[in-house]
């Protein structure tokens, strides 16, 4: 039998990394004359360019894991994948409002050095960032504009329609939302699982209000208001016991998830500690943590332009800092899954598991049943 040799071509470090590229990127604009460039106009590019390539790596792991989604067969190695994909997305994440420290060591007035120079250049023209923000499913029309100019008016027609590819494909957002939908532990058996809930719910509320009642050292005014504080269960729970209500609070732009999707976002999170839910719990869990990281780098980034510049108005036009501000507040993707914790209850309250249910989430399925 004849034997086949694989063979390489060797290969240097400098030439695989085609470093010659990546170094001779950083071009001042500052600087025409020897010895006249912004000393800090150097680090503000390096800063900018790292930005993109980890915005690169982001992209990557979301495309697989999309890829994943849309085969619409997650089993539980499909869900150690997709979580380990997050897991990075989440640590890249990190590092980039750990970057505005770095940027932090350039004083206002070293940035005022070659600010002009700038013009109209802006990290809105980023259109990896903004791909990032399809992929992960913020809605367009929940954007802020600035000028009164649409998001994407600033790329060129083919990145445009490539934002547009992207929302018509799905984004995460309506792929979790989709896979949610297909958790089948809603109704098993005799079990219905928002029946249960809904009782524990209610003997949970009583408990604290008869613990309230009882205090010694509660006046009757204060024990009246915290009684009315607690509520019941059409106060902090009716979005999830009545699905017209919830369909009216999605109507209004106050929800998104589907009810079927928060109901079982919710069991997810309250049986998280069944084996067969630990994959489902920590996806969820990840998407909470992207979105807060997110939310933090923008506050960063909010601060950082505020410390740098005050009340100036952007090199791209925008009102900068409130502007930055506004999007920390309003760019969130996944409010609905922070909304969960509303409805935890303790583990001593939760409705027991029939026997054979807790049998079945004690391992783990591929075929039969598949989330």
């Given at each position: 039998?004849?034997?086949?040799d694989k063979k390489f071509?060797?290969?240097h470090?400098?030439s695989?990394?085609?470093?010659?590229?990546?170094l001779?990127a950083?071009?001042t604009?500052s600087g025409g004359?020897?010895?006249?460039?912004?000393?800090?106009?150097?680090?503000?590019?390096?800063?900018?360019?790292?930005?993109?390539?980890?915005?690169?790596?982001?992209?990557?792991e979301?495309?697989s894991v999309?890829m994943?989604f849309r085969?619409?067969?997650?089993?539980?190695?499909?869900?150690?994948?997709?979580?380990?994909?997050?897991?990075r997305?989440?640590?890249?994440?990190?590092?980039l409002?750990?970057?505005?420290?770095v940027?932090?060591?350039?004083?206002?007035?070293?940035?005022?050095?070659?600010?002009?120079?700038?013009?109209p250049?802006?990290?809105?023209?980023?259109?990896?960032f903004?791909?990032i923000?399809a992929?992960l499913?913020?809605?367009?029309?929940?954007?802020?504009t600035?000028?009164?100019?649409?998001?994407?008016?600033?790329f060129p027609?083919?990145?445009?329609?490539?934002?547009?590819t992207?929302?018509q494909?799905g984004?995460?957002?309506?792929?979790?939302?989709?896979?949610?939908?297909?958790?089948?532990?809603?109704q098993?058996?005799?079990?219905?699982f928002?029946?249960?809930y809904k009782?524990?719910?209610?003997?949970?509320?009583?408990?604290e209000?008869?613990?309230?009642?009882?205090?010694?050292?509660?006046?009757?005014?204060?024990?009246?208001k915290r009684i009315?504080?607690?509520?019941?269960t059409?106060?902090?729970?009716?979005?999830?016991?009545?699905?017209?209500?919830h369909?009216?609070?999605?109507?209004?732009?106050?929800l998104r998830?589907s009810y079927?999707?928060?109901?079982?976002?919710?069991?997810?999170?309250?049986?998280?500690d069944?084996?067969?839910l630990?994959?489902?719990?920590?996806?969820l869990?990840?998407?909470v943590?992207?979105?807060s990281?997110?939310?933090?780098?923008r506050y960063?980034?909010?601060?950082?332009v505020?410390?740098?510049?005050?009340?100036?108005?952007?090199?791209g036009?925008?009102?900068?800092?409130?502007y930055l501000m506004?999007?920390a507040?309003?760019?969130?993707?996944?409010?609905?899954?922070?909304?969960?914790?509303?409805?935890?209850?303790?583990?001593?309250e939760?409705?027991?598991?029939?026997?054979?249910?807790?049998?079945?989430?004690g391992?783990y399925f591929t075929e039969?049943?598949?989330?």
């Open positions: 039998m004849a034997e086949t071509t060797t290969i470090y400098h695989y990394l085609q470093l010659d590229k990546i001779d950083q071009k604009r004359v020897e010895g006249k460039a912004a000393h800090e106009e150097t680090l503000f590019i390096i800063i900018h360019q790292v930005y993109e390539l980890w915005f690169k790596q982001i992209k990557h979301l495309q999309l994943h085969n619409q067969k997650i089993d539980e190695r499909t869900v150690g994948t997709i979580v380990a994909r997050l897991n997305v989440e640590e890249i994440l990190k590092l409002i750990q970057q505005i420290q940027l932090e060591t350039m004083t206002p007035l070293d940035f005022l050095d070659f600010r002009a120079y700038l013009f250049a802006s990290g809105f023209q980023s259109f990896q903004r791909a923000e992929m499913g913020l809605p367009e029309k929940g954007r802020m600035y000028n009164n100019i649409k998001y994407s008016a600033v027609d083919d990145q445009q329609a490539e934002l547009k992207i929302y494909k984004t995460l957002f309506n792929m979790v939302e989709d896979w949610l939908e297909r958790t089948p532990f809603l098993f058996g005799d079990f219905d928002l029946k249960y009782k524990a719910v209610e003997n949970m509320l009583a408990s209000r008869a613990a309230i009642e009882a205090s010694d050292y509660l006046s009757e005014k204060n024990k009246a009315e504080m607690l509520g019941d059409n106060t902090h729970y009716q979005y999830i016991f009545d699905e017209d209500y369909q009216q609070m999605k109507n209004e732009g106050k998830l079927k999707a928060s109901v079982a976002a919710l069991l997810i999170n309250l049986y998280r069944e084996p067969i630990h994959g489902p719990y920590n996806l869990l990840n998407l943590d992207i979105d990281l997110l939310t933090t780098w960063r980034h909010a601060q950082m505020l410390r740098m510049l005050g009340r100036k108005t952007g090199t036009g925008s009102s900068g800092h409130e506004g999007t507040m309003k760019h969130q993707i996944f409010n609905d899954l922070h909304s969960i914790s509303t409805l935890l209850i303790p583990r001593s939760l409705p027991a598991l029939p026997d054979q249910l807790k049998k079945e989430l391992f039969k049943h598949s989330t």
